[in-house]
């Protein structure tokens, strides 16, 4: 089973840059397995190393297309990489797949990552992106690995080489020992209360007042305008349509959506925060003009990730985006590329 945490390599060449995949047949769970993109910028040699991306609310694996490849051809040497784009369940293209089953939870999302990383057989990645509540699905997903919730098949690589009587080095090639990282993008991290509402939930109720099909994306792009929406949001989510027949309807379940809202704002994450696992590079966006950060937060993020931790702990480190909202890869993609680029070309 160490064995497995080596660095997969994928030795088949693919003339296509985008993949877009699900689980193959022969590898069929009782569990749903989430769909998911594979993104190469060049394959003139396998990858060496795996960025995994996790879309928030109401989005899709789809969304964020444009950014992995701009990161990746960013990257001195893009031919190493893959971005592996993932659906949550009740979005994109997971929400069409049986097997998911309620609770909508952060629990079972981030379960859903482990079971789709053992069904394919890979290595734990070496960099997982989370965006929103997807930052907070990323979180789950580590502090459950890091517990063992999942067995051997989805441990930390820093935990594996301490259990296992196989050396498995997670190094460069002058033997250095690397740090995984995990990327929050402007993610709430700690208890929302009920009377504080995020831009996304209003649009969430909004969508529950809108008919279940749309004559057309333009429809809703205006409807959503003439409700006071910014046009970029209003775009946005015309994004998230697909086609039905004659029209339109969402790419997402609304209500397994809501739970998994729900969920969100009732799970802090501040305690993994304090104490992160050995190995693990924790970075934080924060989007300059987010409304997701009070004065209090900030300060108590900006404490974290300034403390001296010892050998058995990992890392915290604070980034401010500025000029951007919630939307960072949309708002300041460029800027976004400066902070996030040069961290992971030193893994």
């Known amino acids: 089973m160490a064995a497995s945490l080596l660095r997969k390599k994928s030795g088949i060449f693919n003339p296509l840059l985008t993949r877009f995949l699900n689980s193959p047949p022969g590898r069929r769970r009782s569990f749903g397995t989430l ?8 394959t003139e040699r396998p990858y060496d190393h795996t960025a995994l991306i996790v879309h928030g609310l109401l989005g899709s694996a789809r969304n964020w297309r444009s950014f992995s490849r701009n990161l990746l051809s960013t990257i001195p040497n893009p031919s190493a ?12 293209r997971s929400a069409e797949i049986e097997g998911f089953d309620p609770p909508h939870d952060l629990t079972n999302a981030a379960k859903d990552l482990a079971n789709l990383v053992e069904s394919q057989g890979w290595a734990w990645p070496d960099v997982v992106i989370g965006h929103s509540m997807g930052g907070k699905v990323a979180l789950q997903y580590v502090e459950s690995c890091a517990r063992g919730d999942y067995g051997e098949s989805a441990l930390l690589p820093k935990q594996m080489n301490q259990n296992s009587k196989v050396h498995v080095c997670n190094c460069d090639s002058s033997g250095n020992s690397l740090n995984e990282q995990l990327w929050v993008l402007d993610s709430f991290l700690g208890v929302k209360e009920p009377e504080d509402e ?4 209003n649009v969430l109720r909004t969508l ?57 704002r009732e799970k802090s994450y501040w305690p993994l925060l304090e104490h992160p696992p050995k190995g693990m590079e924790i970075d934080i966006v924060r989007a300059e003009e987010s409304d997701r950060w009070d004065p209090a937060t900030i300060q108590r993020l900006e404490s974290l990730a300034t403390l001296e931790r010892g050998p058995s702990e990992g890392n915290v480190t604070a980034h401010l985006l500025p000029k951007s909202g919630h939307w960072v ?19």
């Open 35 to 42: 769909a998911f993109d594979e993104i190469r910028v060049s």
């Open 81 to 92: 990489w893959r971005a592996v784009l993932v659906d949550l369940r009740n979005h994109g």
């Open 198 to 201: 995020e831009e996304v939930e």
């Open 208 to 264: 529950r007042s809108v008919p279940p099909t749309v004559p057309s994306r333009k429809w809703l792009v205006n409807h959503l305008l003439g409700l006071g929406f910014s046009k970029s949001l209003s775009e946005w989510i015309g994004s998230n349509l697909k086609k039905s027949g004659d029209h339109m309807t969402w790419a997402f379940n609304l209500d397994g959506a809501a739970e998994m809202l729900k969920s969100y």
């Open 329 to 347: 890869h949309v708002d300041n993609p460029k800027g976004l590329l400066e902070i996030m680029a040069p961290k992971i070309d030193a893994i």
